[in-house]
T-cell receptor, first 114, second 114 residues
Framework: GQQLNQSPQSMFIQEGEDVSMNCTSSSIFNTWLWYKQDPGEGPVLLIALYKAGELTSNGRLTAQFGITRKDSFLNISASIPSDVGIYFCAGQPPPTGANSKLTFGKGITLSVRP | NAGVMQNPRHLVRRRGQEARLRCSPMKGHSHVYWYRQLPEEGLKFMVYLQKENIIDESGMPKERFSAEFPKEGPSILRIQQVVRGDSAAYFC????????????FGQGTRLTVV
């Protein structure tokens, strides 16, 4: 089945720094989604991407849908302490009938040092 | 506009008991997805339901697990004869259409089997 690869498992940055996270797949996805999960909470949708090459921003967050449709990246600029959390990428493959479930990466845990 | 509501937030069961997890989707959403998350893991798809129909249960264990989404009321994920390995966070997501685009998650139910 489809797998999404996110690495490294953890990232440590200084407050104010920018950080970039990548998500890759061996197969094509039609949609890429980025979620953030705080401890004890459910994932919250940050950005959704629908077209290859698309670049979308949401405040200090910017994400791009790779041209090959096999990768996506998320940038966080000028990090702040509340950016701490686990960042998941999720992809939706080309539809096969009514089956279009999301596949999730394992997530990257981001720590921000004050 | 309430989000996806899951209850209970925390559930403790002894081995051999039954666990029932409930999920009420967002208003206007008729598609529900259940995911399981183990510590330091991503979310693993379990089952996709529409009202009164199971569309995709390819991620569900063949035994002891079942799910339903009746015409009236919440979606239920039922685990019979729980074992320690069932301990995990179970998340429900809902979307407006079958494309699963922009699925929104609940806060999860943390099941602990003792």
């Amino acid at each position: 089945g489809q797998q999404l690869n996110q690495s490294p498992q953890s990232m440590f940055i200084q407050e104010g720094e920018d950080v970039s996270m990548n998500c890759t797949s061996s197969s094509i996805f039609n949609t890429w989604l980025w979620y953030k999960q705080d401890p004890g909470e459910g994932p919250v949708l940050l950005i959704a991407l629908y077209k290859a090459g698309e670049l979308t921003s949401n405040g200090r967050l910017t994400a791009q849908f790779g041209i090959t449709r096999k990768d996506s990246f998320l940038n966080i600029s000028a990090s702040i302490p509340s950016d701490v959390g686990i960042y998941f990428c999720a992809g939706q493959p080309p539809p096969t009938g009514a089956n279009s479930k999301l596949t999730f990466g394992k997530g990257i845990t981001l720590s921000v040092r004050p | 506009n309430a989000g996806v509501m899951q209850n209970p937030r925390h559930l403790v069961r002894r081995r051999g008991q039954e666990a029932r997890l409930r999920c009420s989707p967002m208003k206007g959403h008729s598609h529900v997805y259940w995911y399981r998350q183990l510590p330091e893991e991503g979310l693993k798809f379990m089952v996709y339901l529409q009202k009164e129909n199971i569309i995709d249960e390819s991620g569900m264990p063949k035994e002891r697990f079942s799910a339903e989404f009746p015409k009236e009321g919440p979606s239920i994920l039922r685990i019979q004869q729980v074992v320690r390995g069932d301990s995990a966070a179970y998340f429900c997501a809902s979307s407006r259409d079958w494309m699963n685009t922009e699925a929104f998650f609940g806060q999860g139910t943390r099941l602990t089997v003792v």
